[in-house]
């Protein structure tokens, strides 16, 4: 209309522009920020459990395969009458031995069967060796079962079978007994190698575990140092993506022990 005046017509300037863009954009880089820092949080905790997880489940399968060692189904029978000397899959077991270490890695344990159940660690059954039908009753020592756990490609492996993923490391102490007489069950001292006719009671293990997924933004950690400080053994770097867990126990080997 005639009457207005320019005043009421004019509209935004160019300095109100660009500073209502400025503000704006200080506005998306900070909510695009608290995105990334929850989704990073997310991703550090999920991975938290998963190592959580998986420690419990490593715990379990460990303490399974140990708990067979040197299982016999007659218990009267002498360990070197059960378990002669034996060499198979690269595990060399001397006469009465029922777990042996092999390398920093690996170690081996044998046993018999329980029964027509029992299955072994790849989940094969072994009902199909003789002699499991009468319990208590003495047993060929060619038909036992012999175990190689080790470390290869991140995975602990039983025979071959993948038992767990995601291990960075793992560390065996053995504890050993003072001489070979089968009847001396006693940790007389933990070693990282038995030595000649000492006899395995019990062992204490320790893995180092990883996450599946990686966690930006280098979130402190100091898991790769303990290991190196527990063990002395450079097995990763803290903050280059993984979230990782330490994981140890120990287990009597119940079938050697009083």
């Known amino acids: 209309m005639r009457g207005e005046s320019p005043r009421g017509q004019a509209g935004m300037t160019l300095i109100e522009l660009m500073i209502a863009m400025t503000l704006s954009l200080f506005l998306i880089l900070g909510v695009t920020q608290v995105f990334l820092d929850g989704q ?110 080790t470390l290869s490609g991140a995975k602990l492996l039983c025979n071959g079978t993948t038992l767990l993923d995601n291990v960075v490391a793992v560390r065996f102490d053995y504890g050993v007994d003072a001489s070979n007489d089968e009847y001396n069950r006693k940790v007389a001292q933990y070693v990282d190698t038995p030595a000649t006719g000492q006899t395995v009671r019990s062992l204490r293990y320790a893995m180092l575990l990883a996450s599946s997924a990686n966690v930006a933004g280098g979130l402190a950690a100091t898991t790769c140092q303990r290991w190196r400080d527990l063990y002395g053994s450079n097995a990763c770097t803290d903050g280059d993506g993984p979230v990782r867990r330490i994981v140890s126990g120990s287990s009597m080997l119940r079938n050697l022990m009083p």
């Open 40 to 149: 990073n949080n997310a991703r550090y905790f999920n991975s938290q459990a998963q190592n959580q997880d998986n420690a419990r489940y490593a715990q379990q399968i460990l303490e399974a395969r140990l708990a067979k060692a040197g299982y016999r189904r007659l218990p009267s029978s002498r360990m070197a009458a059960s378990f002669p000397a034996l060499s198979s899959n690269g595990c060399v077991f001397a006469s009465g031995q029922a777990l042996v270490r092999v390398d920093a890695s690996t170690l081996c344990l044998r046993y018999q069967p329980r029964d027509t159940a029992d299955v072994d660690c790849s989940g094969a059954a072994l009902s199909g060796r003789p002699g499991l039908t009468k319990p208590y009753s003495s047993y060929i020592p060619s038909n036992n079962v012999v175990e190689k756990l």
